[in-house]
């Protein structure tokens, strides 16, 4: 097998003598499959060997992520995605028979749905579609080249405006850089809302040594495909903004966590960065600012549990991915324990515009619309639009349908009934109809939407995500599904009031004790439908 080692900065500070390497392993583990299309047991013992890893070790590793196979299987794939937004739009589970044709988790295509994606080799095989943006260009702003620059060119990226942030950040210095973000008020564009300016002083007043900036690309939760609009259309401004990240904080390393669904993303980013170098904004000298940053780009594997930042860190290091208990927070111990600083890629995008030399642009923020609407698409609207503007802007649901519920925010959110889509889009107003932005995610559900069906397919959702590390979670989410199945095929344990609450109290005891958001959440969409939409005949 060919050399497994990527070019790396040497062994990161902090990592145990007796692994050696060991953040080289999921790179190893996807270069063997590419080029089979299966780990076979002696390459997963080569692999073992080559690392200093125990065999048992490396599997654990290895079968922990849904795009790996142990089974021969082609190189070329056609995966299927068989989550809620795909399920409700008619996509069918292939079955046995159908050699090469595999079932997918989401494939973040939600506006295509149902989706299905061709690869060979872990490349993709069909030319990237256009971008799923249906504004024009005058109202945007964090998606204003895209589908405007060739993202291949850097010279027309330049162009149109790139690259302007990172300069005016060396005139005026790494500490006016932090105090323009903390200024603006920018929060995390993941879903916990988290202050950015105080993660970039955290981790630039951080004491060790080396620090990393991380770009959380494992955009994972169905429903939601925003971030790959910009990774696939914009892949320089995710560069651009990790760097100027990198000087305000201190930081020489970046890597970019994308996820394994997003093949064409991962090649256009490993274009964009190989451009940086060779211009000199990435390197020794990142454009004559007398400081370091280099971006490696990390595949994921096909683990929604590692759009979880601990659980993220932890696969990049070569460790199953779930999630640690906090505290310590990643500004003090994150990425191989050091400083860390990360953010998903919408957050970064909002770094361009406040740094835009010319003056930052109004705050935006990007959803994405799918399901029963006339123009399925990315949207940028002011902060502060309301649901009710967000669908008009989609067309509405299509003529003769009834609109029915919202799934706002991804699996992980809950349904909003007709009655409130006059909510603003706002974390505060959100959580006062005990909804969320979350993800970003709008999945609109028509009359012809089956309820029941749906929240049965996202309860089946968090039990395959679940990484099973604790077990309010990795108990509850099967115990939940069980559940939902029964409800769902008419056949509860006893009757339907015990059967509902016995999902009250299952999904009380996964949102209470579960270590992360994923078990903490599992819940949320569940108790919406049965208490909004008197599914099962509950309603409260």
Not at 13 to 33: C, N, Q, S, Y
Not at 93 to 115: I, K, M
Not at 435 to 443: D, E, L, P, Y
Request: aromatic share 6%; glycine share 12%; proline share 7%.
């Amino acid at each position: 097998m060919s050399d497994v080692r990527p070019t790396l900065v040497g062994v990161p500070v902090g990592l145990p003598v007796t692994r050696p390497r060991r953040d080289a392993l999921l790179p190893a583990l996807h270069e063997a499959h590419d080029a089979a299309g299966w780990l076979a047991p002696e390459v997963l013992d080569a692999i073992a060997d080559r690392l200093g890893l125990g065999r048992a070790e490396v599997f654990g590793v290895a079968s922990s992520y849904a795009s790996f196979a142990f089974t021969p299987r082609s190189r070329r794939l056609r995966r299927v995605c068989t989550d809620v937004m795909c399920t409700a739009a008619g996509a069918v589970p292939p079955g046995a028979d159908e050699p090469g044709v595999v079932a997918s988790p989401c494939l973040g295509r939600c506006e295509q749905a149902p989706a299905v994606l061709d690869t060979e080799g872990g490349r993709a095989v069909v030319p990237v579609a256009p971008a799923p943006v249906p504004q024009p260009v005058s109202a945007r702003t964090l998606l204003r080249r895209v589908g405007v620059v060739d993202p291949a060119s850097l010279d027309d990226y330049r162009a149109h405006g790139g690259c302007a942030a990172l300069a005016h950040a060396g005139r005026i210095g790494p500490a006016a850089v932090r105090a323009a973000i903390t200024a603006s008020g920018l929060t995390g564009r993941g879903g916990a809302a988290f202050p950015a300016g105080r993660k970039w002083e955290a981790v630039a007043a951080a004491s060790g040594a080396p620090k990393y900036v991380v770009a959380n690309a494992d955009e994972s939760e169905p429903g939601t495909f925003k971030d790959r609009v910009v990774l696939e259309h914009d892949p320089f401004a995710v560069v651009e903004a990790m760097t100027v990240a990198g000087y305000a904080v201190g930081a020489e390393v970046g890597y970019l966590y994308v996820r394994d669904e997003y093949p064409e993303a991962i090649a256009r980013l490993e274009h964009a960065i190989a451009a940086a170098e060779t211009a000199g904004l990435l390197g020794p000298d990142v454009a004559g600012l007398g400081v370091a940053f280099r971006i490696e780009v990390r595949r994921g594997a096909g683990a929604y549990v590692c759009g979880e930042e601990t659980a993220l860190f932890a696969s990049i290091e070569g460790f199953r991915g779930e999630p640690r208990t906090k505290p310590p927070y990643p500004v003090d111990a994150g990425l191989f324990g050091r400083p860390t600083l990360v953010h998903n890629v919408e957050t970064l995008a909002n770094v361009l515009r406040i740094l835009d030399p010319d003056g930052a642009a109004p705050e935006t923020k990007l959803f994405s619309v799918s399901g029963a609407v006339d123009r399925p698409g990315c949207y940028e609207v002011p902060m502060g639009t309301t649901l009710a503007a967000l669908l008009d802007l989609a067309g509405g649901v299509p003529v003769g349908r009834r609109l029915q519920a919202v799934l706002l925010g991804g699996a992980a959110g809950t349904f909003v009934p007709p009655g409130e889509i006059d909510v603003p889009l706002t974390v505060e107003a959100t959580r006062a109809i005990g909804a969320t932005v979350g993800s970003g995610a709008v999945f609109v559900c028509d009359d012809t939407t089956d309820l029941a069906a749906a929240v049965l397919g996202i309860a089946t959702f968090f039990r395959e995500e679940s990484c099973g590390q604790c077990v309010p979670c990795r108990v509850g989410t099967v115990r939940q599904e069980e559940a939902l199945h029964r409800l769902v095929h008419g056949r509860p344990l006893g009757s339907v009031a015990e059967e509902v609450q016995r999902l009250r109290d299952v999904g009380a005891a996964m949102r209470d004790a579960s270590i992360c958001g994923l078990g903490q959440f599992a819940w949320n969409a569940v108790e919406g439908a049965i208490d909004r939409f008197g599914v099962f005949g509950e309603r409260s």
